[in-house]
């Protein structure tokens, strides 16, 4: 089985397992027990995977917060910052269309309690209209949260240049980057950031964890999703998973190491896999044809046959989705290649495949005979079928 769909979620990496492992085991303690060795043992775990995770964004440990993913993250960032500030200010809460399903339907949740969601268009090529952004902060702003990389497309947002617009105007400026951390070299410090997003599955660790970075200084306030007993600062309540955040330090310790040379690997696979299929399906059109975007992204619109027709006839041998993971029970075309402008009919026809740690140069090869020779065959159906 040949796996590709890495924008979805990723393999654990062995050497988090094994960061993971001893603390399902011998050390079970509770981190929030203070008056033992294995709440000592399991505290200490969680505060080094807590630095791990800040140094690979370029935070202070103080300012990561363990939530159980990127979609509580982005609620708690979008959700906690909007009710803390309550209606006594501005009340604009701007977005992209092509966001992820979980800030879409937070910012238009808050509409429900007096916000005024704004979700603006994209360019065709994905990126953010940053005139059009520009235009919509001069009307006084609370917050703007638009993500780092695409999860369907794996286009780049000039996040700096983003964050930047919202400081001027005086907004808060919230990042999702759940698929960028680990892949990408990401400052939050000096690029402005005053919240981001991440999650530990879609950098080879384990399901069930992320974080939320929040800022200090200037110190960015929040209200809590749900009440308890008051970890994480009073921001997220809840005993913290030691294992899962063990696994999570150690994948983050392991991309700040490792993401130059993966980041190139993905590059060179991923053109390897473009050439290929272009050999045997000339006709082939990237969703994103050229950078910014995430080195192993790739979102590819097929001339004679349906994604789920293609998935359907690889799905013994090889892993691929037709968008995001969040939303693949859905009948409707993908909101995120709609708002690009693609046509139903178009988006219909387009595969997201992701390129991994664990990638090799076979699979790329076998993966692209096996897409190449399934489309050859949908093909010539298809064209028995048509009428004469």
């Given at each position: 089985m040949i796996y590709l769909d890495n924008l979805a979620t990723t393999q654990p990496d062995p050497r988090v397992l094994a960061a993971a492992e001893p603390y399902y085991r011998e050390m079970f303690g509770n981190p929030h027990s203070a008056d033992h060795y294995m709440g000592w043992q399991a505290g200490k775990a969680v505060d080094t995977a807590r630095a791990h995770v800040a140094t690979l964004i370029g935070a202070e440990p103080r300012e990561i917060v363990f939530t159980s993913g990127a979609t509580e993250a982005n609620n708690l960032a979008i959700k906690g910052a909007a009710r803390f500030a309550g209606l006594c200010g501005p009340r604009r809460i701007v977005t992209l269309a092509t966001e992820h399903k979980c800030v879409l339907e937070t910012v238009r949740d808050l509409g429900a309690e007096g916000f005024e969601p704004v979700i603006l268009p994209v360019r065709p090529d994905g990126l953010a209209d940053l005139d059009a952004l520009e235009a919509a902060l001069r009307i006084p702003t609370l917050?703007?949260?638009?993500?780092?990389?695409?999860?369907?497309?794996?286009?780049?947002?000039?996040?700096?240049?983003?964050?930047?617009?919202?400081?001027?105007a005086g907004a808060l400026f919230h990042t999702d980057m759940a698929q960028a951390a680990g892949k990408i070299p990401i400052d939050v410090t000096a690029s402005g950031i005053h919240l981001a997003s991440l999650s530990a599955h879609k950098l080879y660790g384990p399901k069930?964890?992320?974080?939320?970075?929040?800022?200090?200084?200037?110190?960015?306030?929040?209200?809590?999703?749900?009440?308890?007993?008051?970890?994480?600062?009073?921001?997220?309540?809840?005993?913290?998973?030691?294992?899962?955040?063990?696994?999570?330090g150690e994948a983050c310790r392991l991309a700040s190491l490792e993401l130059a040379q993966e980041a190139a690997r993905a590059a060179l696979l991923r053109d390897r896999l473009i050439l290929r299929l272009q050999s045997r399906i000339p006709a082939l059109v990237?969703?994103?044809?050229?950078?910014?975007?995430?080195?192993?992204?790739?979102?590819?619109?097929?001339?004679?046959?349906?994604?789920?027709?293609?998935?359907?006839?690889?799905?013994?041998?090889?892993?691929?989705?037709?968008?995001?993971?969040?939303?693949?029970?859905?009948?409707?075309?993908?909101?995120?290649?709609?708002?690009?402008?693609?046509?139903?009919?178009?988006?219909?026809?387009?595969?997201?495949?992701?390129?991994?740690?664990?990638?090799?140069?076979?699979?790329?090869?076998?993966?692209?005979?096996?897409?190449?020779?399934?489309?050859?065959?949908?093909?010539?159906?298809?064209?028995?079928?048509?009428?004469a």
């Open positions: 917050l703007v949260s638009i993500m780092a990389a695409n999860n369907e497309t794996g286009v780049l947002q000039d996040i700096s240049a983003i964050a930047s617009l919202a400081n001027r069930g964890i992320g974080a939320l970075y929040v800022r200090r200084r200037p110190r960015v306030r929040l209200k809590p999703l749900f009440s308890g007993g008051g970890q994480e600062r009073g921001l997220r309540s809840g005993t913290i998973p030691t294992p899962l955040a063990a696994g999570f990237q969703t994103i044809a050229t950078p910014p975007q995430l080195p192993g992204a790739l979102s590819l619109r097929f001339p004679h046959a349906g994604a789920m027709d293609l998935i359907a006839a690889c799905a013994k041998n090889l892993c691929i989705s037709a968008g995001s993971a969040c939303t693949s029970a859905e009948i409707a075309p993908s909101h995120v290649l709609t708002a690009m402008g693609l046509s139903a009919e178009q988006a219909s026809r387009t595969l997201r495949l992701g390129i991994g740690r664990f990638t090799s140069a076979v699979d790329i090869d076998q993966a692209a005979d096996l897409l190449a020779d399934a489309h050859q065959r949908l093909a010539h159906l298809r064209h028995a079928e048509t009428p």
